[in-house]
Every structure is written in structure tokens, then in C-alpha cells.
């Protein structure tokens, strides 16, 4: 398997979905729309619905019937970025090498455009549960079930970007550091995980394998941030460099030292890829993501 290849051919997909739910029509709240279009459609590695894609996979190969809520998990992650941009939270004027939503248009668009990616979110999978054959009931058992995870899991990012809000220049314990990343950045990246196995109607075992290994690459995504955020390339990260720091943000380079940080994120790497190890060829995707995530440079 070419995962480059592969990664590529998922975003192909995932941007072709994302087009259809885009709304062109002439209203008032045109450039409403347009806001929500500007931050969706911006680039971005589309890691979360490839990771619905990408798991249900192993199990099935009919992935266009896990499609809404990857869709769905790509519009609240969108979200979340152009609130986090804001004046007050993160305060920052780029994102994808682009201006932030709130510098593109305003501060009141910008809020609304997340808000409207948010409730879309809600809307695509509702509209999916409807559509389904009330007799097909272990589907529908499993939808309400996945519905309910992603509702808890963006309740917890919205808890994590809170904390981190709220220490922002304090010191912090080893404990509120793995709170914060585990709900801010790693709920939203464990939800998909599990929506994909459970779709697939994966087995208990085969759940709590995945949401293990998925538990691990969300932390490995936050620490490899951390680490980029100190020592990335501005132009190939589309984002301000040593910012964390400046404003005295907690990280697991602050806490761990770059050098710690770094060891801390092979070793969950390994952890992670190690939790595949029962789904041989059918989780290769999965483990060279895990290792794409720790290489990454942006």
C-alpha cells in the first residue's frame, strides 16, 4: 500500500462530500455561507472523517454509509478552528496560510460561520438517522449510539479549550495537561475511531482495541503540535511559530522539554501501532497514519 497514495485518494473523497453540502443559493445570509465555505473548504488534512473511513474499512467496505458522520466530525472540527482563532481566545490572524475567518470577514460572521458549521453537523446526522429503515434496528441502535458519542465528545473539546483558556500563563499539573489535550484534541480524534467501529458493527473487543489505539494517536497529534508549534516552519505550517510560548501556554514541551516531548511521542507512537497488531494487512492504513501523525510537518 502507496499511503501517500492512499491519504490522498480519502482527502479526494472526503472534499467531493464536503461540496455537496456547501449552500450556493442567493439569500441573505449569503456571505454567512459564504464564511462557513471559506474555513471548511481551506485545506486541512481531513484527518477525522478519513479516520470513520479508515476504521470501518477493516471491517466493511461499504464506507459511503459512514460518510455523513465523518462529514459531520470534519464541520465540528472546523468549527472549533475558527473559534479558537478568535480575538478572545487565540487571538490569531492566519490559519492554512490564509486570514482567519473573524480577519476574512468580521468577528460577528466568523462566530456565526462556526456556529452554522456546528449545527450543520447536527443536521447531517439527523438527517441520516431519518433516512434510515426503522427495520434494520441493529444499524439504527448503532447510529443513536454514535450520535450520542459525538454529542459527549464535542461537550469535552468544548471542556478542554475551556481549561486551557482558563491556565493560560499559569503552571499547571502533569494531571490538567493530559485533561486538557485529552478533551481538547483527543476527543475528537478517539470519536471517530470508535464511530467507524462501531458502524461497522465491530465487536466489543475489537471496539476497545481501536479506542485504545485511538486514545494514543490523539495524544501523539497534540504533543507532535506542541512540538511544531516550537520548531515548525511558519510557511509550511500555515500558522505563527512560538506563539504557545509567548503567550506562556502549557505544553508538553513547557513541561517535558523539547527533548522529553519527543520521547513521549515515539513511545505512544509504538503503543499505538502495537494495538493493531491482531488486524494485520486490513490496519495498515491505520498504523502508517499513527506514524504520519508523528512525522508530520504541519
Known amino acids: 500500500m502507496d499511503f501517500k497514495e492512499e491519504l490522498k485518494k480519502y482527502q479526494k473523497i472526503v472534499n467531493c462530500e464536503l461540496e455537496k453540502i456547501l449552500r450556493k443559493e442567493e439569500l441573505p445570509e ?3 455561507n459564504e464564511a462557513m465555505e471559506y474555513s471548511l473548504m481551506a485545506g486541512g488534512k481531513r484527518l477525522r472523517p478519513i479516520l470513520v473511513l479508515s476504521t470501518y474499512k477493516i471491517f466493511k467496505e461499504d464506507i459511503e454509509k459512514c460518510m ?10 472546523n468549527f472549533s ?12 490572524d492566519i490559519r492554512h496560510g490564509k486570514p482567519t475567518n473573524h480577519k476574512k470577514y468580521n468577528e460577528a460572521t466568523a462566530i456565526l460561520a462556526g456556529d452554522g458549521l456546528l449545527n450543520g453537523a447536527y443536521i447531517v446526522i439527523s438527517n441520516d438517522i431519518k433516512n434510515t429503515n426503522l427495520e434494520n ?19 469535552r473539546m468544548i471542556a478542554g479549550e475551556y481549561v486551557d483558556t482558563e491556565y493560560e500563563g499559569k503552571e499547571i499539573s502533569n494531571k490538567y495537561l493530559e485533561y486538557i489535550h485529552k ?7 478517539k470519536l471517530p475511531v470508535r464511530m467507524g467501529a462501531i458502524l461497522a458493527r465491530a465487536s466489543k473487543e475489537d471496539i476497545e482495541k481501536l479506542t485504545r489505539y485511538a486514545e494514543k494517536i490523539g495524544l501523539a497529534f497534540q504533543i507532535k503540535d506542541d512540538i511544531l508549534g516550537e520548531i515548525g516552519d511558519e510557511k509550511v505550517l500555515g500558522k505563527p511559530v512560538g506563539k504557545d510560548k509567548k503567550m506562556k501556554k502549557c505544553t508538553f514541551v513547557s513541561k517535558y522539554g523539547l527533548k522529553g516531548a519527543e520521547e513521549i511521542l ?3 507512537t509504538n503503543e499505538a501501532i502495537e494495538e493493531l497488531k491482531d488486524y494485520g494487512k486490513k490496519a495498515e492504513f491505520l498504523k502508517e497514519l499513527a506514524l504520519y501523525i508523528k512525522n508530520r510537518n504541519k
Do not use: Q, R
Not at 455523513?68 to 472540527?77: N, S, T
Open 81 to 92: 478552528l475558527i473559534h479558537d482563532d478568535l480575538p478572545g481566545i487565540d487571538n490569531d
Open 183 to 189: 478533551n481538547k484534541t483527543g476527543e475528537l480524534i
Open 137 to 155: 434496528e441493529e444499524d439504527l441502535k448503532n447510529k443513536l449510539k454514535v450520535f450520542n458519542e459525538f454529542s459527549v465528545a464535542v461537550d
Open 266 to 268: 515515539e513511545k505512544i
Open 30 to 32: 449569503k456571505i454567512l
Open 68 to 77: 455523513p458522520y465523518g462529514i459531520a466530525l470534519e464541520m465540528v472540527h
